[in-house]
């Protein structure tokens, strides 16, 4: 059995990896991941054996996104889709993006992890000073600015833009975006909060998708 998912782990991580090479990510300067913009997000969609990618977006400090994360694991194995898992703190954040990988290596998560790059903070100020530089700084403000600014650009006029955390990111074999949750996703006629309404979603929009 050991030999068998050992098999298994290798297999995708070296697929997965083919993917990261030929689109060109960089290791960060601040950790051992690599970091990840949109076009690179593409980029791997175009070059995965699978039908689909999904990037859930995910933080140490995210409650929902620890909960959902097995979900998200079993829907992408269920649905012929590579998973990233999207860390979301800056790339200076070592301690949360420790904290982040010491989660998912305590739930015995295989899907690789990357760091949302820094490139896509909304000031060139910002991306082009070292962190020991802006001491004056709210680092959790300017990660939230971050955060929204790629939500904004990834997300297709079709889907509401939102800026919540656990979200999905789908990418079919072209590089297209076809689809993004939000928290409407999960609220069923009555009001109340329903995971499973928001899984079901996707799994029927994908099957739609020739």
């Given at each position: 059995?050991?030999?068998?998912?050992?098999?298994?782990?290798?297999t995708?991580?070296?697929?997965?990896?083919?993917?990261?090479?030929?689109?060109?990510?960089?290791?960060?300067?601040?950790?051992?991941?690599?970091?990840?913009?949109?076009?690179?997000?593409?980029?791997?969609?175009?070059?995965?054996d699978?039908?689909?990618?999904?990037?859930?977006?995910?933080?140490?400090?995210?409650?929902?996104?620890?909960?959902?994360?097995?979900?998200?694991?079993n829907?992408s194995?269920?649905?012929?889709?590579?998973?990233?898992?999207?860390?979301?703190?800056?790339?200076?954040?070592?301690?949360?993006?420790?904290?982040?990988?010491?989660?998912?290596?305590?739930?015995?998560?295989?899907?690789?992890?990357?760091?949302?790059?820094?490139?896509?903070?909304?000031?060139?100020?910002?991306?082009?000073?070292?962190?020991?530089?802006?001491?004056?700084?709210?680092?959790?403000?300017?990660?939230?600015?971050?955060?929204?600014?790629?939500?904004?650009?990834?997300?297709?006029?079709?889907?509401?833009?939102?800026?919540?955390?656990?979200?999905?990111?789908?990418?079919?074999?072209?590089?297209?975006?076809?689809?993004?949750?939000?928290?409407?996703?999960?609220?069923?006629?009555?009001?109340e909060?329903?995971?499973?309404?928001?899984?079901?979603?996707?799994?029927?929009?994908?099957?739609?998708?020739?």
């Open positions: 059995m050991k030999k068998t998912f050992l098999f298994i782990l290798i995708f991580t070296c697929i997965n990896s083919f993917a990261q090479d030929a689109c060109n990510l960089n290791k960060s300067q601040y950790s051992d991941l690599k970091t990840v913009n949109i076009e690179q997000m593409y980029c791997i969609a175009k070059n995965s699978k039908d689909f990618t999904v990037f859930y977006t995910f933080a140490s400090w995210c409650g929902p996104c620890i909960a959902n994360l097995p979900d998200a694991v829907f194995e269920t649905n012929n889709a590579n998973m990233y898992v999207l860390l979301i703190d800056g790339e200076w954040g070592r301690s949360d993006v420790a904290n982040a990988v010491a989660i998912l290596k305590k739930k015995n998560i295989t899907q690789p992890a990357v760091i949302l790059s820094d490139s896509l903070y909304p000031t060139a100020k910002l991306r082009n000073k070292k962190p020991a530089k802006f001491v004056l700084v709210d680092f959790g403000i300017q990660n939230r600015k971050k955060y929204a600014n790629f939500v904004k650009l990834i997300t297709p006029q079709r889907f509401k833009p939102e800026n919540g955390m656990s979200k999905y990111i789908i990418f079919n074999k072209e590089g297209e975006v076809v689809f993004v949750s939000n928290s409407d996703d999960c609220i069923n006629e009555k009001g909060y329903d995971y499973s309404l928001l899984l079901n979603k996707m799994s029927s929009a994908l099957k739609t998708i020739p």
